[in-house]
């Protein structure tokens, strides 16, 4: 099997370290070989971070270059729209329509690109755009919006839903568990 | 599948399992991203002492101690934490080890969270110690075990160099036993004290540990040879291995260097025997590039490949594509493309909330030239705040202020301040203070007290009164440190009061006299900081004047309104209720659920 690719993409603080910890335990548990390469340090304030997941029988390089990723699971559309060369010609992006200003448009040196969800859909490829913060406050939290857009893109995957529900446990407080399966079920549930 | 023992590990999570499975006994650090999390895993194992030390030469110090007591110990930092820790690295390389010693060390190419991207390698060469170099978790905790019996064996500290990307990537482990080797402490005068005449001795016992050194390298598991075409061969190590495979697979040859210093040079000339083409690939300097051209051989290397950044899988084959040092039938992979549309870039910025803000808006309020330091705050070199001028080292800001007003006769000691956080005075900021105190400049010394380590991720310090694992400790106080060193002059603020921090800088900056100022609130993303709700603009208020922007809070932006009008609106996810805009408002358009004004202030100044 070729190694598949999962971008992780969004903005400092958005919790995209545990999306991507849960993908990888999710694929490590179905028996695959599985790279994560993760971001700290200053890249985190606020800044455009972006994870790798990598999963298929042998993982080498621990990052996803330019048109090689099969998804792009986006916290935040800029960053969709950012990320957009990393995609393949057929790859999806599952995208937060939430927007999230950086600094050069706060200052007013740069504007917010406008009509983003139509111009990646014109770009060729598939755009899946849903708004996770909305669903997350739903199921109890904001702080949910990365177990929303998983369960959105659970849709891609031939596994059961337990597979994903099992991965989930390993990586998120016990406390949090119920608040989290409902937000994975909200973004499923979205089509 | 069906192992129990398989699991997904960061990088640096599997150096900390293979410090628990050699019997490690003692760690002191530094954090440093990307080499933070050594530590901190290796902190949740209850069998393995961990302390955060107050700088990189205090760890490893301490860590010598412990192996010259018998009991195997690790030191963990970044790469310019082992500049720091240089001077013991140097010397330890004379002494040996008692029981085992391991230096870990990380590297930043590509500069995620660093000032500059120096090659580790450097320091191995230099100090005259065996580097171990792994390329994923399987490796880390593998050649972390492995460096124990090499320090061991060859009595020798033994430096294992990470990257951003073996560090910080998640790969497959396998996990085993934990073993405890302990030796007895003997006295040994001519082994332990390096004075010129015992030193004299070590040195050529040095030498000739590299010369067995390099034999053992020749043979040694880590440096393998993995044939495949032979129109190509390329030596490699650490992540850069990972992305010649992706790239090539099997259709070119490869030597795999898991052990960069000293190199095995008849493992080289066999290899380079078998293959027509000799490439080298690493990130950053050309150190095993120039030991091949010194061994007479020709190879490519950093003629076809850049000197700056990280590399990646599409890198190396663009540039090894254009070389024509491809494999027979090589194609190029397909890039993506984006939108024709312009990306405004998002760059780090202080979180929403963040103390530094309104003391940095304070400094550029007062035309303040501001030299900075290591940590979160030097992002108040960013517009809009744009306010820190120069950022060099730990430390240095202290030292340099006093240096340049010493340099103008203190004619700009009523405008020149250093800005330096909590833990890096505990790092290299005292003994920069005890040179203002000695050789008196005026200077103003600024200490950004947000009771924690912030950037690397909320470490605790000497100065918070907690140790690594959360639990009281020694805790020293700031104000009483400052007074002791001889400053009549120590002010404390609160940097979310803007007024009084006005009032504090105008004062100090006035007087001929060195003095401290202590701008002390805790970290905005600390778990036990309380915050107020968000606040909310009146937008009937709100005359657009954009005075709240210039503090460069991320929760804060202007849209345009029904009326066309741009107004402030406050980011409701984001905002903290600091209250620092709304003391800049000139109508009093922001309120809060708690107080009108919207100001929650607490001034102790």
């Not at chain 1, 899946?128 to 919006?145: I, N, P, W």
């Not at chain 1, 998120?172 to 499923?188: I, Q, T």
């Not at chain 2, 030796?183 to 004075?195: H, N, P």
């Amino acid at each position: 099997m070729k190694t598949k690719n999962i971008m992780i993409v969004g903005v400092g603080g958005q919790g995209s370290l545990l999306a991507s910890k849960l993908l990888g335990r999710l694929f490590l548990s179905e028996g695959f070989d599985v790279k994560v390469s993760e971001v700290h340090g200053m890249s985190q304030r606020g800044g455009s971070v972006v994870t790798y997941v990598r999963y298929g029988e042998k993982v080498y390089s621990p990052v996803i270059d330019k048109g090689e990723a099969d998804f792009i699971v986006s916290f935040e559309i800029l960053e969709a729209a950012r990320w957009l060369p990393y995609l393949k010609k057929d790859g999806v992006i599952v995208t937060n329509t939430q927007t999230i200003d950086p600094m050069p448009v706060i200052t007013g040196a740069m504007n917010y690109p406008s009509d983003l969800e139509n111009k990646l859909k014109n770009s060729g490829v598939k755009v899946d755009a849903l708004e996770c913060l909305q669903l997350a406050r739903e199921a109890g939290s904001e702080k949910a919006v990365n177990i929303v857009l998983l369960g959105r893109l659970s849709h891609y995957f031939d596994l059961p839903e337990e597979a994903w529900m099992n991965a989930m446990e390993q990586v998120v407080p016990a406390r949090f568990l119920e608040m989290n399966k409902k937000a994975f079920l909200l973004g499923k549930a979205q089509a | 599948m069906g192992n129990e023992n398989r699991r997904l590990l960061l990088g640096n999570a599997a150096v900390a399992r293979g410090l628990y499975e050699a019997g490690v006994c003692f760690i002191s650090s530094y954090p440093g991203t990307p080499s933070t999390e050594i530590t901190e895993e290796a902190a949740k194992f209850d069998e393995i002492y961990c302390e955060w030390a107050p700088n990189e030469k205090v760890a490893m110090e301490a860590a010598f101690g412990a192996c010259l007591a018998g009991k195997r110990a690790f030191c963990g930092q970044k790469h310019v934490g082992l500049n720091v820790a240089a001077d013991p690295l140097y010397t330890m390389s004379y002494t040996g080890v008692n029981a085992g010693l391991v230096v870990g060390v990380a590297d930043d190419a590509g500069m995620h969270s660093s000032q500059n991207e120096q090659d580790s390698r450097h320091h191995a060469i230099a100090a005259k110690v065996p580097m171990l170099e792994p390329a994923d978790s399987a490796e880390a905790l593998a050649f972390t075990k492995l460096a124990f019996e090499l320090s061991e064996k060859f009595d020798t500290p033994v430096l294992l160099k990470m990257c951003t990307r073996v560090a910080h990537s998640q790969s497959i482990v396998e996990e085993q036993e934990r073993i405890v080797p302990v030796k007895e402490y003997t006295k040994d005068i001519a082994k332990y004290v390096m004075m010129p005449g015992n030193a004299k001795k070590r040195h050529p016992f040095v030498e000739e540990r590299t010369r067995a050194l390099v034999e053992y390298a020749e043979t040694a598991p880590v440096n393998r040879v993995e044939m495949g075409g032979t129109k190509i061969g390329i030596v490699t190590c650490s992540t850069s291995y990972q992305y010649v495979k992706e790239v090539f697979g099997d259709q070119v040859s490869v030597l795999k260097i898991g052990m960069t210093n000293p190199l095995p040079e008849k493992l080289i000339r066999d290899f380079v025997a078998q293959v027509e083409q000799l490439v080298v690939i690493e990130e950053l300097d050309p150190i095993i590039e120039d030991h091949i051209k010194a061994m007479g051989i020709p190879v490519h290397g950093k003629d076809i490949l850049p000197m700056i950044d990280e590399f990646s899988q599409n890198l190396i084959a663009e540039k090894l594509f254009d070389a024509g040092l491809v494999p027979d039938g090589f194609e190029l992979p397909e890039q993506g493309t984006g939108l024709e549309e312009a990306i405004p870039p998002r760059p780090p910025v202080m979180c929403a909330g963040c103390p530094h803000r309104g003391l940095f808006y304070t400094l550029k309020k007062n035309g303040c030239t501001v030299l900075g330091d290591i940590g979160c705050y030097t992002l108040g070199a960013v517009a809009p705040l744009s306010s820190i001028e120069m950022t060099l080292c730990m430390g240095a800001s202290i030292g340099a202020v006093h240096g340049f007003n010493k340099a103008t006769n203190g004619e700009s000691s009523s405008k020149t301040v250093a800005v330096i956080g909590d833990s890096t005075f505990m790092h290299s900021g005292m003994t920069g203070l005890a040179n203002v105190a000695y050789n008196q400049s005026d200077s103003t010394v600024i200490i950004l007290d947000n009771s924690i380590t912030g950037m690397t991720g909320h470490q605790q310090n000497p100065t918070t009164g907690y140790n690594i694992k959360g639990d009281p400790a020694g805790k020293i106080d700031l104000e009483a440190l400052c007074r002791a060193m001889g400053f009549e002059r120590v002010r404390v603020v609160d940097p979310y009061d803007l007024a009084a921090c006005d009032k504090v800088l105008k004062e100090e900056l006035a007087v001929k006299a060195p003095s401290v100022i202590i701008s002390r609130r805790p970290c905005a993303l600390l778990k036990y900081v309380k915050h107020n709700p968000p606040l909310k603009v009146d937008t009937a208020k709100c005359i657009g004047c954009k005075s709240c922007m210039r503090i460069g809070c991320p929760a804060i932006s202007m849209k345009p309104q029904a009326d066309g009008k741009m107004k402030a609106v406050v980011d409701q996810t984001l905002c903290v209720g600091c209250g620092v805009c709304s003391q800049l408002c000139p109508v009093g358009a922001f309120s809060s659920p708690i107080t009108d004004g919207g100001s929650s202030k607490k001034g102790d100044a």
